[in-house]
């Protein structure tokens, strides 16, 4: 059996495993929240999150669509930037997948073709990191040209509340 096929067979409890690791580092209240509440509206980080591993997990074993990939890595990227979670820590979800991958093939037979196997997938994984970090910089951006653009409208706004007042007095 090749890796590929260890992961396809576990890929229910990996993926249970990684959602626990990444809701784990949110408050105990609010992780127990979203590890259990299933409704998307209800819980659209929880929603998010479940969704876009699926997506990320599908797409290292070659059975997801790019598409699908850029779409569930920028999602979980803007939730967690509009969080304003450290690069660092959103960015660890894709390692936390590293540690999980190591101990669902522990003991498989096939161990030395394993290995050079899962040396490939953390190359790939590695550089899905990367890519995470240019989408999370790229929506921090996207936040702070928001607010400089909203604090321009209030700064002009009192601006001219201030002319009125001014022309009220006749100054």
Known sequence: ???????????????????????????????????????????????IVNEGLESIYDWLLG???NEDFRYAT??????MA????????????????????KEAVKGDSTKGILDEELNGL?????????????????CREDIHRIRMGEMRKQNHRMMKNIDVLNKRKGL
């Open 1 to 47: 059996m090749d890796l590929r096929e260890v992961l396809l067979e576990k890929r229910s409890d990996i993926l249970s495993m990684w959602s626990n690791m990444i809701m784990d580092q949110y408050p105990p209240d609010a992780a127990v929240f979203y590890k259990t509440e299933k409704d998307r509206f209800l819980n659209p980080l929880g929603y």
């Open 63 to 65: 059975e997801g669509k």
């Open 74 to 79: 920028d999602r979980i990227m803007r939730v």
């Open 82 to 101: 509009v969080q304003d979670i450290s690069p660092s820590k959103a960015i660890s979800l894709v390692f936390m997948l590293k540690k999980i991958l």
């Open 122 to 138: 953390y190359e790939k994984i590695d550089e899905i990191a990367l890519v995470l970090f240019d989408m999370y910089m790229g």
